[in-house]
């Protein structure tokens, strides 16, 4: 059993910034993939980065420069690091973790997904 825990939103005035976090627990061996996704009201969940094991990332264009997405493999812990902050940015952010093998049986079992932050940005 995976679970992945966020921490690290709220509201924050336009051009702020805010940090994101999201752990990952259980008897994991590794991690695939990793990201940052968001749903903002009446709307669908949409991707906003991800991170590969290896530190190989990819972003939404909507972020792209001013948002930035690490991870920790030793602590199965990813972060985004949000500046620039717009109105537009408005949402709960879930973090989603791939290819999560487990030590006691080294199989892959179903992507998981956190409860989600919610982040607001508004004056």
């Known amino acids: 059993q995976v679970q992945l825990v966020e921490s690290g939103g709220g509201l924050v005035q336009p051009g702020g910034s805010l940090r994101l976090s999201c752990s990952a627990s259980g008897s994991i061996f590794s991690i695939g993939s990793m990201g940052w996704y968001r749903q903002a009201p009446g709307k669908e969940r949409e991707l906003v980065a991800t991170?590969?094991?290896?530190?190989?990332?990819n972003y939404a264009d909507s972020v792209k420069g001013r948002f930035t997405i690490s991870r920790n493999n030793a602590k199965n812990t990813v972060y985004l690091q949000m500046s620039s902050l717009r109105p537009e940015d408005t949402a709960v952010y879930y973090c989603?973790?791939?290819?999560?093998?487990?030590?006691?049986?080294?199989?892959?079992?179903?992507?998981?997904w956190g409860q989600g932050t919610l982040v607001t940005v508004s004056s």
């Open positions: 989603k973790a791939e290819k999560v093998v487990m030590k006691v049986t080294m199989i892959s079992v179903a992507d998981a």
């Open positions: 991170i590969t094991s290896s530190g190989s990332t």
